[in-house]
């Protein structure tokens, strides 16, 4: 049979007789159980808030991307390769606006000249001319990119390749600004 004066330890939950709990907590008792106690609807109600700020957020970022291009320029612009050499191969490869940042240049069918990214926007493999398509592929999941504004035509890719500026003095053409 127990003692009828045991009192609950508020550290271990075992029962200690008062003359083994010292004087200040006597005077001072502290809920501590109660004190770390996190209610589930407590919980749920931080789950939800951090979820539902981390969405506003991202659709934020989104918007902001979406509604502002940014812009790289890179002054006097950088060397893109020959028009002759475009004209005889299709296309070229150069890089802009750093050595880091693979792009690519294409004849248009209209005599243009239009420059991308060479950065797949689905999951970043190189996309390469297609002259038989007439479009820019991407082999890794068969993405085509039109000619004309680089936009997805088909495969994964959801979002258009970032455009390259291209001028031509002569017969050399540089690249002068990147639009993202
Ligand atoms: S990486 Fe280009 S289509 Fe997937």
Not at 43 to 54: A, C, N, P, Q, R
Request: aromatic share 8%.
């Amino acid at each position: 049979m127990e003692p009828e004066n045991l009192e609950e330890c508020a550290h271990c939950s075992k029962s200690t007789t008062p003359s083994n709990t010292p004087k200040w907590r006597r005077d001072f008792p502290i809920e501590w159980e109660g004190d770390h106690y996190v209610s589930r609807r407590e919980m749920v109600k931080f789950l939800t808030l951090g979820s539902l700020l981390i969405t506003v957020g991202n659709w934020i970022t989104v918007a902001i991307g979406r509604v502002r291009p940014r812009e790289v320029s890179v002054a006097g612009g950088r060397y893109v390769g020959s028009a002759a050499a475009l004209d005889q191969m299709g296309s070229i490869l150069f890089r802009f606006p750093t050595d880091n940042d693979p792009c690519i240049a294409v004849r248009a069918a209209d005599g243009k000249i239009h420059a991308y990214s060479q950065v797949c926007t689905h999951l970043s493999c190189a996309v390469v001319y297609d002259k038989r398509e007439n479009a820019l592929v991407c082999p890794c999941h068969r993405g085509y990119f039109n000619i004309e504004e680089g936009m997805p035509m088909a495969g994964p890719p959801t979002r258009a390749l970032p455009r390259v500026l291209v001028q031509q003095e002569g017969d050399k053409l540089f690249a002068t600004e990147l639009l993202v």
